[in-house]
């Protein structure tokens, strides 16, 4: 069992920056592929970006591509998500979630672990 959890949300204005991160305590955290996703009042729970096991490869949502960058330090059992340049389309509760095997989706059914959320809001 892998326990995530998130922080780093909160209320940032239009054009600002935030940085979340994702703890998950235990001694297989890089052996997992590591993904971010959120989901919008109303909405469902959309991708935004995930990482290989090693920090290699990094994919995006093209709607954050550009704006956002996910990264992860193995020895502290961490992953992040730098987001720069938020606009109010970017409100939503942002999720952690880690997959076995290594392999990344965009797929929120190929993820096996999800942390609780954390919000981030935008104002304009």
């Given amino acids: 069992q ?5 922080s780093g949300g909160g209320l940032v204005q239009a054009g600002g920056s935030l940085r979340l991160s994702c703890a998950a305590p235990g001694r297989t955290f ?7 996703f ?3 009042p109303g909405k469902e729970r959309v991708f935004v970006a995930a990482i290989s096991t090693g920090g290699a490869n ?6 954050v591509r550009g704006r ?3 990264s992860r330090e193995n020895t502290k059992n961490t992953v992040y ?3 720069d340049s938020l ?3 970017d409100t939503a509760a942002y999720y952690c979630a880690a997959r076995r095997g290594g392999a990344h989706s965009q797929s929120l059914s190929d993820y096996d672990y999800w942390g609780p959320g954390t919000q981030v809001t935008v104002s304009s």
Avoid: H, K, N
């Fill in 58 to 63: 990094r994919y995006y949502a093209d709607s």
């Fill in 30 to 36: 890089g052996s997992y592929a590591m993904a971010w």
């Fill in 2 to 6: 892998v326990q995530l959890t998130e």
């Fill in 38 to 40: 959120r989901q919008a």
């Fill in 87 to 89: 606009t109010p389309e």
């Fill in 68 to 70: 956002f960058t996910i």
């Fill in 81 to 83: 998500l730098q987001m």
